[in-house]
């Protein structure tokens, strides 16, 4: 019912930045926390970051911490990640996800996320 769609990806330098969207189609939004995964090569989906309805609340796996930002526009229903300090180690297919939760709801696993969307791959060269 709901389509997610990532873009951004792409290639960059380690040490540079890049910013992934996910724009959401197919109905409107109501208090839907989402998240980014992403799957390095040979690797499990892993969590990335996380944040509420409301964009008040966030979260991030220690391996991003400190150098991704995640944010939303709820009106647009779109959800970014911002990354910055890349690493070689950062190189995966990267996937929004969303999910019910209410207005301060925050979800970090994958199991209880309900709407995936297709990826988009980021490379990062040393």
């Known amino acids: 019912q709901v389509q997610l769609v990532e873009s951004g990806g792409g290639l960059v330098q380690a040490g540079g930045s890049l910013s992934l969207s996910c724009a959401a189609s197919g109905r409107t939004f109501s208090s839907y926390a989402m998240s980014w995964f992403r799957r390095a090569p040979g690797n499990e989906r892993e969590f990335v970051a996380a944040?509420?309805?409301?964009?008040?609340?966030?979260y991030y796996a220690d391996s991003v911490n400190g150098r991704f930002t995640i944010s939303r526009a709820v009106p647009k229903n779109a959800l970014y990640l911002q990354m910055t300090s890349l690493k070689p180690e950062d190189t995966a297919v990267y996937y929004c996800?969303?999910?019910?939760?209410?207005?301060?709801?925050?979800?970090?696993?994958?199991?209880?996320?309900?709407?995936w969307g297709q990826g988009t791959q980021v490379t990062v060269s040393s």
């Open positions: 944040i509420n309805w409301g964009g008040s609340n966030t």
């Open positions: 996800a969303a999910t019910s939760l209410g207005n301060y709801g925050l979800a970090y696993v994958e199991e209880e996320y309900v709407y």
